[in-house]
């Protein structure tokens, strides 16, 4: 079972990005696909998940309103667009594979990808 981020780079301030997790091994309703992000010197933190099924999505108070997850199944990928990027927003996004979005166990991680809000 593989993840692979990708879509990464460098934005300004209040410009858009989407990174892409491409899925190997399973397909994307097997599981729930979440997107995990961590700067330099803090903690990880959940930005947002999307079930198996589809029917639940959840996304961080830091990031309601400005990102959306989607499935894209033909290419077996998940997908966060992220809109009107704040500096604090940088970090490393990595995509995760667990049974459902509230569990706490995550047994599948990618290497992540770089997000920079700069100007």
């Known amino acids: 079972l593989q993840l692979e981020e990708s879509g990464g780079g460098l934005v300004q301030p209040g410009g858009s990005l989407r990174v892409s997790c491409v899925v190997s091994g399973f397909t994307i309703d097997n599981y729930a696909i979440g997107w995990f992000r961590q700067a330099p010197g803090k903690e990880r933190e959940a930005v947002s998940c999307?079930?198996?099924?589809?029917?639940?999505?959840d996304y961080a108070d830091t990031v309601l309103g400005r990102f959306t997850i989607s499935k894209d199944h033909a290419a077996n990928s998940v997908h966060l667009q992220m809109n009107g990027l704040k500096p604090e927003d940088s970090g490393v996004y990595f995509c995760?594979?667990?049974?459902?979005?509230?569990?706490?166990?995550?047994?599948?991680w990618g290497k992540g990808t770089l997000v920079t809000v700069s100007s």
């Open positions: 995760t594979a667990r049974d459902t979005c509230l569990d706490d166990d995550i047994p599948f």
């Open positions: 999307i079930s198996s099924a589809g029917g639940y999505i």
